[in-house]
Each structure stands twice: as C-alpha cells, then as structure tokens.
C-alpha cells in the first residue's frame, strides 16, 4: 500500500509580537505593533504609542487586535501612525526571537524529525509515514501545536496537505490556534475564492497583471487558459501559476541545505553623514561584521568572499566584494576585509543603509 503525503506548514502567530507578550503580559489584548529602532529607556509600565513615532521604520509584525485597524508586516510606521495612532510600539528584539524560533523548532522536531527552515517563524514538517490518514495527521499536528505551547508559551496555526503549497494555504485559513486540512476535494469550496495574491509566489505586481486580465481570484487563475497565461508571464512561471491555482506542486521537504553567504545589515533611522556621523558609522559597521562572524560560528561556517553593501540617501545601491587567501570567520579579519571594500566606494552622500556580507562558504573552520 502505497504511503500517502502529508505535508504540514507550522507557522508561529504574530511571532514577534507574541514573544513581546511574554515579557509584557499587560499588554496582552491590546493594538501592538514591533519595528523601529531600540530607543532609550521608557519609564517602567509606560509604553510609547504610534502617534509619537518619528522615523521611517516599517512594522515587523503587529498583533492581531492591531490589524483590525489595517496596519501589517512591510507597512512604513509613519503610515501606520496615520490608521492607529493609539497601537503601542516595542522595538523588534531579534536575538530573543531567534532563540524562542530555535525552541519552537526543536519541540516540532521531536514529533516531525523530517522538517524544512522556512525563516524564523515558520517551517515545514514530512508527515508522511507517520500518519496512516488525514485523521492521523490532525492528531500529530494536535501534538505539535501541544509542545509548541508547552516549550514556548505561543500558539503556532498548521495546515495539513498533500503538498507544501496547500499546506501553506492551509496554515493562514483559521489562525491564530488554527490546524486546518486541505484535501484535494476542498481546493474549489475553500482555495478558489481566495484572491490569487493568496498563492506564495503570486507578487503585488503579478496580481496586479492578472487583475487587467480579469483573473482575481484562485478560482479565476485555475480555470484561465494555460496558453494566455504562458503568453503573458512566460513558459515557466505562467504554467507554475496554473498549476499553482489548480493545487499541484511536487517539491520535496528540503531537510536540509546549504546557506550560499551569510549577511547582516541595518538601515538607518536618519541618513548618516560620512565625515560628520564617521564615529557612529564606524560603530555600527564593527558591529554588522561582528554579528556576522557569530552566525558564521554557531552556524558552523567560514567564507573567502567578503562583501560590503551601502545605499545612499538617494537610495543608489552599490555593492563591494574582496576574495581573501583562506576561509574566515573571525570578526577583525571580516572588518579588515570590508574596510577595504569601503575604501573603493564614493562617500560623498549620506548613507541609508549599511550591510556586510560573506560568502563561498565552507565548512572547514577559519
């Protein structure tokens, strides 16, 4: 008898935001909203409030209670000062969430052992094999969601299905605390009358190509002709996006694969001047090659390729690569290496955003 598939996609609730909770369990039930920049110190129980934001962050995630008033991931903060200016602010605290991502992915990998890093919030679990039915596969997820909660404190929402694709869709139908199953039978009632921006890999601005088509929901997409499709958005990605509708997708469970570089970057909440502001630049670009070397060290890994990234106020983009004799992963040898790159840049604007890079990664150690 053949084994069937079962993919699920875990996917952590308001992430971020939820980790804050945590912390600040008084401000549960209430429009919060992480991005932005560590600030100085706030009066112990006081929290700032989205009408006092100055600066040009964007949201990193916001709960629930706050997308009710329609401000999401990517929306700039000043923006959303303008929809909800009584949502609290947090500034984003990644090391504290990749350390609850680190828990949550272990206490899934004790259930699932075959799983796929999606990000820091999410990934995707082979439950093939272990589940004998659809009926099987809601009690492991049961289980999982169980652990979850018990080595975190958060809700994760999951979606059961024959594929990654459907899995994902899945995953977003009933959150937060969702465990939804999506069979094939249910694509039509359940899939096609989401809007086709709700395909992974369906963009604002394809979305906005099929809308002049007159293609707006899956629904619409599944059932558009295949040739008009490949006509419009060429051979590979027009007969992905049918098949997409349709619910096919044969990718595998990646278990496992190997990073091509490791960055870190940071973009500024005011333009930085080269000379006036040299001193904080100087800082923060110590401290970017400084994180980077201990990815690459928890991570196992050493890189020759070491890259600097710089946009300017004007937001010109330029980008810098040095090769090195031998693999490093020591924090002075990265400075060193992208204070070279630097040195071949024009620092004649003011400066946006600062990144460092290293690739042709191996794993033999510096």
Known sequence: MPVMRCIAHVDMDAFYASVELLRYPELRGK???????????????????????????????????????????????????????????????????????????????????????RGIDEIYADLSGLADDWSGAKEIARAIQNAVREATGLSCSIGIASNKLLAKLASELDKPGGLTVLREADIPGRVWPLPARKINGVGPKAAARLEA???????????????????????????????????????????????????????????????????????????????????????????????LKLRYDNFKTLTRDCTLEAPTRDAAAIRRAAGECLKRVPLERRIRLLGVRVGSLSKSGA
């Not at 409030?49 to 000043?78: D, P, Q």
């Not at 619910?247 to 278990?255: A, H, K, N, Q, Y």
């Open 31 to 117: 429009p919060l909203v992480i991005g932005g920049r560590r600030r100085a110190a706030q009066e112990p129980g006081t929290f700032p409030t989205l009408r006092e934001y100055k600066g040009r962050g964007v949201i990193t995630t916001a709960t629930y209670e706050a997308r009710a008033f329609g401000v999401n991931s990517g929306m700039a903060l000043m923006r959303a000062a303008k929809r909800a200016p009584d949502a609290l602010l947090l500034p984003a605290d990644f090391d504290e969430y990749r350390r609850y991502s680190r828990m949550f992915k272990e206490a899934v990998r004790a259930l699932a052992p075959e799983i796929e890093d």
């Open 213 to 307: 088509l007159g293609i707006r929901t899956v629904g619409e997409l599944a059932h558009a002709d295949p040739a008009l499709l490949v006509e419009r958005f060429g051979a590979k990605h027009g007969a992905w996006m049918h098949d997409a509708a349709n619910g096919r997708d044969e990718r595998p469970v990646v278990t496992h694969s190997e990073p091509k570089s490791i960055s870190r970057e940071t973009t500024f909440e005011d333009d930085l001047h080269p000379v006036d502001d040299r001193e904080t630049l100087s800082r923060v670009f110590t401290e970017l090659c400084a994180r980077v070397a201990g990815d690459l060290e928890r991570k196992g890994y050493a890189g020759r390729t070491i890259g």
